[in-house]
């Protein structure tokens, strides 16, 4: 098995490309967004050449996720991953934080409007808050790093790339969660699904009386808990 988590969702990718990877669900704004391995993958380089063309993040650098359960907060992990910078719980080099701004980085501050394929604001932002949606789309869609991780890089606060792999149990299911992927306590899971084969129908403001159809509907395999 891949010892770095870039390698190791290269691997998911060659693996079954085309195949549903991420399903996103917000209930609130009845938005549904699918997002087969590769459209994973081409917003995975284009967030990491972003991060490294335009914000200077490097190697050993953190970035702070500051989203509510979100298909971007995926990207942005792996995206960060990538580049060879971790991901913290505590005040990033840099941050991505949503609409509410209410995360901030030590160097640089992006913000997701979180609207479907990552439209950028309709708004202009507070002076020293870049907007990702304006940005993103310039960035080509194959990333070569220039600083890639080693096993033993951080990836997450102290754990290494090589602990999240070792420690995360293989899922091949197709799961549906309400969780925060990208938290500390639910990045195993996400390692686990890109490691085991599976894929996630990830539903955020999830209405209990949809989840039945919807268990049906996304030929669900296993709803997690948390």
């Not at 942005?76 to 980085?105: F, M, R």
């Amino acid at each position: 098995m891949s010892r770095v988590l870039p390698e190791l969702f290269a691997t998911a990718v060659r693996r079954d490309g085309a195949a549903p990877f991420l399903t996103y669900y917000d209930d609130v704004t009845g938005e549904r967004i699918e997002l087969s391995a590769v459209t994973t993958a081409n917003w995975v380089a284009k967030t990491a050449n972003l991060l490294v063309d335009e914000y200077d993040l490097e190697a050993g650098e953190t970035v702070a996720i500051g989203l509510p359960p979100h298909w971007l907060g995926v990207v942005w992990a792996l995206s960060t991953w990538s580049v060879g910078a971790s991901l913290t719980s505590g005040k990033g080099t840099l941050a991505i934080t949503g609409p509410d701004l209410s995360v901030h980085g030590e160097r640089e501050t992006v913000a997701s409007a979180l609207l479907p394929l990552g439209g950028r604001f309709r708004e202009p932002l507070p002076a020293g808050i870049q907007d990702y949606g304006a940005e993103v789309y310039n960035h080509p869609d194959v990333f070569v790093p220039f600083d890639p991780p080693s096993p033993t890089s951080p990836a997450y606060d102290e754990l290494t790339h090589e602990d999240l792999i070792s420690t995360a149990e293989p899922v091949a299911d197709r799961i549906l969660v309400t969780q925060d992927l990208v938290a500390r306590e639910g990045v195993g899971l996400l390692v686990g699904v890109i490691s085991g084969g599976g894929s996630i129908v990830l539903c955020r403001n999830l209405d209990a009386a949809k989840l039945e159809r919807r268990v049906a509907d996304e030929k669900v395999d296993r709803v997690v808990e948390g």
